[in-house]
């Protein structure tokens, strides 16, 4: 089976750096995927890596290691609307459906 | 944005009703998923579809079915609906093979079974 371990919460001051782990145990890995979901809303979409390395969109950067089975999505310059909850999604054995995380829970502080 | 729709938003039953909840999407997107979200679970598969009429189970398919018989709609229905089934419930819909592997959400349904 798959299992995807990340941090319940997470706490940040506005304007800081803040770094979102996420480990995975699967087989066949094909990419891991992050999602924001603000209170009461919908998962939305943030980034998505098949590859190695870093993957920066503005002031949200997403890295894997395939051979750490590890990821980190990385947020910079916190701001209040950051106050969200966190998804990690993993890919695997050839199928593109995700299976997610239980999510982080960011709090931003002023 | 996709645009992708779920019905009712919100719902109020009674354990041992049926209950058919739907999901539209007018993106042509060839698969389609129905998610339940509780506190401390994150969102857990129920079943999902590949195509018209090709559906598959997921993690926590027990209670539910669903059907497919138009690209664009997607019905999750609970036979007899029970106290644990109560939930929010997301409807996800996805292009596979253009890189990103993105899932596009509906706004949810809140489900609660008394």
């Known amino acids: 089976g798959q299992s995807l371990e990340q941090p319940s919460e997470v706490t940040a001051v506005e304007g800081a750096i803040v770094q979102i782990n996420c480990t995975y145990q699967t087989s066949g890995f094909y990419g891991l995927s992050w999602y924001q979901q603000h209170d009461g809303g919908a998962p939305t979409f943030l980034s998505y890596?098949?590859?190695?390395g870093l993957e920066e969109k503005g002031r949200f950067s997403s890295f894997l290691s395939r051979s750490d089975s590890y990821g980190y999505l990385l947020l910079q310059e916190l701001q209040m609307k950051d106050s969200a909850s966190y998804f990690c999604a993993v890919s695997s054995g050839g199928s593109y459906i995700p299976t997610f995380g239980r999510g982080t829970s960011l709090i931003v502080h002023p | 944005d996709a645009g992708i729709t779920q019905s009712p938003r919100h719902k109020v039953t009674e354990t041992g009703t049926p209950v058919t909840l739907r999901c539209h999407q007018t993106?042509?997107?060839?698969?389609m998923y129905w998610y339940r979200q509780d506190p401390g679970h994150g969102l857990r598969l129920i079943h999902y579809?590949?195509?018209?009429?090709?559906?598959d189970k997921g993690e926590v398919s027990d209670g539910y079915s669903v059907s497919r018989s138009k690209t664009e709609d997607f019905l999750l229905t609970l036979e007899s609906a029970t106290s644990s089934q109560t939930s929010v419930y997301f409807c996800a819909s996805q292009l596979p093979g253009q890189g990103s592997n993105e899932q596009f959400f509906g706004p949810g349904t809140r489900l609660t079974v008394l």
């Open positions: 890596n098949a590859l190695d």
């Open positions: 993106e042509n997107h060839r698969y």
């Open positions: 579809s590949y195509g018209v009429k090709d559906t």
